[in-house]
């Protein structure tokens, strides 16, 4: 923390990061459920719970009281995160260093629910990403505050961007493109993506994202993307994909793909028309 400092420090610049973990996999998904009231909604009050019944669930999970209330719950986590940010935005203000730092906002990979985290799809690699400028460093953004941008952008992309707001030299071997600041690059067309071995399971794919398109190719097409994992199938959502795995009549065919025990060697999404 910033606030940690010596004093001899203070006067100088500043990198922190803070990892939010209201949000992450073992509060929306793996705590049995009565934990997740005492250690996380309890922190709401009544008003910004979320109402399984009115979850939106996405066409590839099935409809069911325990995906709603997994759906749900995920919300109730992304809640107190929010609140967790603005304490952190609040706290710069406090000391005076609102007016001088650049604030990124990103997660690290897609919602820890099934078919997004570690999912090379847009439900697994496209993640949220807001930069905050303060009006003096107005002039390093790509736009006006409030706006967005479709350019597309990679993690490896983070430190020559970083090394672009601060006027340093980006080396030649970072294969990263600067996004923002003065060294800002033309947009990349292509990111790409792997999935190997997750936790103790193997697995190995590879992805290509355009702005349309999402082309992934499998490897191992005898594994399926819902393979058992200790620690994923300690939530109870998981115990509701592997039973609705033993109906699969019930299903539609899209989750029917996620829940199969095989994968096509090939697969290409238009992103734009049905992501």
Same mark, same amino acid.
């Given at each position: 923390h910033w606030r940690k400092r010596k004093d001899e420090e203070k +006067? !100088?610049?500043?990198?922190?990061?803070?990892? !939010? /973990?209201?949000?992450?996999?073992?509060?929306? /998904? *793996?705590y049995p459920y009565e934990r997740f009231q005492k250690e996380v909604q309890v922190? %709401?009050?009544?008003?910004?719970?979320?109402?399984?019944? +009115?979850?939106?669930?996405?066409? &590839? &999970?099935?409809?069911?009281?325990?995906?709603?209330?997994? *759906?749900?719950?995920?919300?109730?986590?992304?809640?107190? /995160?929010?609140?967790?940010? @603005?304490?952190? %935005?609040?706290?710069?203000?406090?000391? @005076?260093?609102?007016?001088?730092?650049?604030v990124f906002f990103f997660s690290d990979h897609g919602s820890g629910l099934p078919r997004h985290k570690r999912a090379c799809l847009d439900s697994g690699l496209h993640v949220p990403l807001l930069v905050r400028f303060p009006k003096k460093y107005a002039h390093?953004?790509?736009?006006k505050?409030?706006?967005?941008?479709?350019?597309?952008?990679?993690?490896?992309?983070?430190?020559?961007?970083? !090394?672009?707001?601060l006027g340093l030299p980006v080396p030649d071997y970072m294969q990263g493109k600067p996004f923002l600041g003065p060294k800002t690059t033309n947009p990349r067309r292509y990111v790409h993506a792997a999935r190997d071995r997750v936790d103790?399971? &193997?697995?190995f794919a590879r992805a290509t994202r355009d702005k349309?398109?999402?082309? *992934?190719?499998?490897?191992?097409?005898? !594994? @399926?993307?819902?393979q058992p994992t200790y620690y994923s199938d300690l939530g109870e959502v998981r115990?509701?994909?592997?039973?609705?795995?033993?109906? =699969?009549? *019930?299903?539609? =065919?899209?989750?029917?793909?996620?829940?199969?025990?095989?994968?096509?060697i090939?697969?290409? &999404?238009?992103c734009q028309a049905d992501p």
């Open positions: +006067k !100088l610049p500043f990198f922190a990061v803070f990892n !939010l /973990m209201v949000s992450h996999q073992s509060r929306s /998904m *793996v922190q %709401l009050p009544p008003s910004q719970r979320h109402d399984p019944a +009115k979850a939106p669930i996405p066409p &590839y &999970y099935a409809d069911t009281p325990a995906i709603r209330r997994a *759906v749900a719950r995920f919300h109730d986590c992304v809640t107190v /995160m929010d609140k967790q940010a @603005g304490d952190l %935005l609040r706290q710069l203000k406090d000391d @005076g260093l609102a007016e001088d730092t650049l390093l953004a790509p736009g505050p409030g706006s967005t941008t479709d350019r597309l952008v990679s993690f490896v992309d983070f430190p020559p961007t970083l !090394l672009s707001l103790e399971a &193997y697995d349309q398109w999402l082309y *992934v190719r499998t490897l191992r097409p005898d !594994l @399926g993307f819902n115990h509701e994909f592997h039973r609705l795995a033993q109906k =699969p009549d *019930v299903l539609t =065919p899209a989750q029917r793909a996620y829940i199969a025990p095989t994968r096509p090939e697969a290409l &999404y238009d």
